[in-house]
């Protein structure tokens, strides 16, 4: 399986950002799909995660702020990020989760929230 994520970028305090992954391969194996982050010094995070029946897990940092969802294939994995703020800066990987719990991570992508 591989992970391909886009998205990331530069965005004021309050402003929103959409990431994308998109999985290739053996997609098959994909049974839940997430998000997690890092600062650096720090240890990477879930952010968010949706499984194949889209079922919804989300940190409490984000609730209600972000939105995690996958597409009508199953092998795209979105999270719709609003009223951002500066404590979101990270690099964000995408990241996917075999039946067997294997998991699969995608290149980070850099969110930076600053004025």
């Known amino acids: 399986v591989q992970l391909q994520a886009s998205g990331g970028g530069l965005v004021q305090p309050g402003g929103s950002l959409r990431l994308s992954c998109a999985a290739s391969?053996?997609?098959?194996?994909?049974?839940?799909m997430g998000w997690y982050r890092q600062d650096p010094g720090k240890q990477r995070e879930l952010v968010a995660s949706?499984?194949?029946?889209?079922?919804?897990n989300y940190a409490d940092s984000v609730k209600g702020r972000f939105t995690i969802s996958r597409g009508n294939a199953k092998s795209t994995v979105y999270l719709q990020m609003n009223s951002l703020k500066p404590e979101d800066t990270a690099v964000y990987y995408c990241?996917?989760?075999?039946?067997?719990?294997?998991?699969?991570w995608g290149q980070g992508t850099l969110v930076t929230v600053s004025s």
């Open positions: 990241n996917a989760r075999s039946y067997n719990y294997v998991h699969y």
């Open positions: 391969g053996s997609i098959f194996r994909i049974n839940v």
């Open positions: 949706i499984t194949s029946s889209n079922n919804t």
